[in-house]
């Protein structure tokens, strides 16, 4: 990371410059800071009592059936908001069939999950808990329950909904309050593109050009360099690998999983994908769907080749993943949650 | 939890009366009030960075092979400091053979485990990291080739201990330095013992009086009521049950697991235990070191007949819990660590 002090005085400047001010020459493209603030469902306002609610429940393993896992177990926000494992490991032990997306600056996707699935935050959050290789409760309603049994819930979900009953959907709304928060703004190519000619360097700088130039942008645009802005619900899927027979193919296990295609059932959604966020890829290895790569520098080899049909030199992957890497923000400072209890018994079997 | 600020004049006084300042008339006992700080190892002075990064250790679930269980898991800071499960649950859903003690005020112990096996913080902290059922390491030195692999630990090591090597000791050194700083100061009872004579109810004090008559507080004494001040290393033990043949004993299973003798192979040491403390006892259900009793005013049942072969009234023990209740103390606020991150690449297997 960049020390942004010395970078000060013309940070306060603010401005939004085309790229034009940094040293390089530069072609006209997509690539835009990250907006300060995501996009707020009308039915699900912002509130710091919804907020704090939220994030109590994000890191309560209770809303997993044996206690043990909570979301933040495989969306760590003490790190890259990922597990960094290949696959996610559940409750029990039991091993995932995906590697988690990270849950930061995740109120930007328009879609959630690798195959989109679930249309918002609040539709995400519901998913894992009754998932049975996840948090594992046999229902949501179990999960309602089990909250309204402690007596600190009950209290917070009434001041924040009013109301005696707990329901499935107060619960998500308050995790995805507590998720908008999760923003990483500030990296060191959003200090450049507002004028901050030093927060990338010149490596980052050609690798920037080059994602472009060799068409990397076509899809990872936008904010999040996941796509153009579409709206709530509406996915930007991509087909990998989309260039069939690359070595990469079956070394990496790459079609096995057929993505989207599970969600429609669809033959022209075998293979698709959410076009996943390049914000703090440096920090979310093992990468793609199923984690089979290692490293940022050969998912940086494998994605030009299996997209875009590109052998790239050593120095240019290595300036890509120095672009890559000027996508770290700054994470915020958080207080840690203090968990309602329960006295004098466990609401865990 | 009482309302504190009502009581701040009687607080400020800070005496330490006799429980006469109390309105029930009450005998001698050798109950004590929360000291303000726990004995610090002359070989592991407190500093703020070390704090810092042993915090940061004991949030990390890379201390585990498989990057899923970090010591929080267990002890869950944001709760009572145990995971409220009869038994743990380590790495690839392993399950343990014990109830897992709270880390609350555990710096106050002069020796950790049941059956107090580890005879410091430090000792105890490298316990779980290389157990197969817990954390999963394969070795400390695995553990610690893994932090060395994390640029921003090999800093903080480096800036706390000095030197370019981090070793395993340095490792619970660091743990063991922010486990200092997890005590529970102004319960109830601490407020009532320095003044403040509507700390308590009228219930517990009833129970206050009667964990001493019946001849609870011969074992259950002293700041945790958790037994005498020992030298570190040296602890309390006491056989449990101690009284054989009670309904309990099968009911509960209370036996099966031989304890300190474990550890000694003394025949004498079969079932005993370190005598656990009550401080917070009303959030670590369930109640024992099998966890199969799942009732804080059951256990209370439980321990009057096992050790004193004496069977409570209800109104005895609902006194009694009332009174374990104000042992509930004040969890101190604190800050959600930043875990030093790997770029690039996970060093999860």
Redesign the interface.
């Known amino acids: 990371m960049m020390n942004h002090k010395q970078n000060k005085p013309s940070l306060k400047k603010m401005i939004a410059p085309t790229l034009a001010l940094l040293a390089l020459p530069v072609i006209s493209f997509a690539l835009e800071p990250l907006p300060k603030n995501p996009p707020i469902p009308t039915d699900n306002p912002m509130s710091a009592a919804k907020i704090e609610l939220g994030k109590e429940l994000y890191?309560?393993?209770?809303l997993s059936k044996?206690?043990?896992v909570s979301c933040n177990?495989c969306h760590?926000?003490?790190?890259?908001g990922d597990?960094?494992?290949s696959a996610s490991?559940g409750?029990?032990?039991?091993l995932g069939g995906r590697s988690a997306p990270t849950v930061w600056n995740s109120a930007f996707h328009s879609v959630q999950f690798w195959d989109g699935r679930a249309a918002s935050l609040e539709e995400q959050a519901k998913g894992p808990i009754a998932n049975a290789i996840e948090m594992g409760m046999d229902s949501h309603e179990l999960a309602v329950k089990r909250l309204m049994s402690i007596p600190g819930y009950q209290k917070q979900f009434k001041a924040v909904y009013g109301g005696d009953k707990i329901t499935i959907d107060q619960v998500a709304k308050a995790i995805a309050a507590y998720e908008r928060t999760l923003l990483t703004p500030n990296s060191p190519f959003d200090r450049a593109m507002r004028g901050d000619k030093k927060a990338m360097n010149t490596s980052a700088q050609r690798g920037m050009q080059l994602v472009q130039t060799i068409g990397c942008t076509t899809c990872h645009m936008g904010p999040l360099f996941a796509g153009p802005a579409l709206p709530q619900g509406q996915g930007f899927y991509q087909k990998f690998p989309l260039i069939a027979g690359s070595q990469y193919e079956a070394q990496y296990d790459l079609t096995k999983d057929l993505g989207r295609f599970n969600v429609t059932q669809k033959s022209e959604d075998k293979n698709l994908w959410r076009v996943p966020t390049w914000r703090n890829v440096?920090?979310t290895?093992?990468y793609f769907h199923n984690g089979k790569v290692?490293?940022?520098?050969e998912a940086v080899r494998v994605m030009a080749k299996t997209q875009l049909n590109k052998t790239l030199t050593d120095t240019e992957v290595s300036d890509i993943?120095e672009f890559l890497?000027s996508l770290t923000g700054e994470?915020p400072?958080?207080?840690?949650?203090?968990?309602p209890?329960?006295?004098?018994?466990?609401?865990?079997e």
């Open positions: 890191f309560d393993p209770r044996t206690g043990t177990s760590n926000v003490m790190l890259g597990d960094n494992r490991m409750h029990e032990g039991k440096a920090l290895a093992p290692k490293t940022l520098d993943v890497n994470f400072k958080q207080s840690m949650p203090r968990l209890e329960t006295k004098n018994h466990s609401v865990i």
